[in-house]
């Protein structure tokens, strides 16, 4: 699986970007998705998942209520819509597939994600 993560930029606080991750490969609808991201001088954090079919979604504390992850099997993509921005979403977001094959299971941790997309950038200004 090849993941192609797009959809980032500059926005003011408060603003909206929606991240969109493309997959390879003909098993998209076999991989639970998320979406990671990273900040300067910090570790790589959870920040969204998603099943397999789309019926269950996970979310960290700090992005529930602003952030939605969705998939499209037919477009085999991923994306997260972020709402109400905040200069700490600043970050490099990486989207991954998991190779957790549970049904109904969005996965929460890094160790169950194979597969790493290049990352896209979104700064937030106050």
């Known amino acids: 699986v090849q993941l192609q993560a797009s959809g980032g930029g500059l926005v003011q606080a408060g603003g909206s970007l929606r991240l969109s991750c493309a997959a390879s490969g003909r098993t998209f609808s076999s991989n639970a998705m998320g979406w990671f991201r990273q900040a300067p001088g910090k570790e790589r954090e959870f920040v969204a998942a998603?099943?397999?079919?789309?019926?269950?979604?996970d979310y960290a504390d700090s992005v529930k209520g602003r952030f939605t992850i969705s998939r499209d099997n037919a477009k085999n993509t991923v994306y997260l819509q972020m709402n109400s921005l905040r200069p700490e979403d600043t970050a490099v977001y990486y989207c991954a597939a998991s190779t957790n094959y549970r049904p109904s299971y969005a996965p929460h941790f890094q160790s169950e994600y194979a597969y790493w997309g290049q990352g896209t950038q979104v700064t937030v200004s106050s």
């Open positions: 998603i099943s397999r079919s789309g019926n269950v979604t």
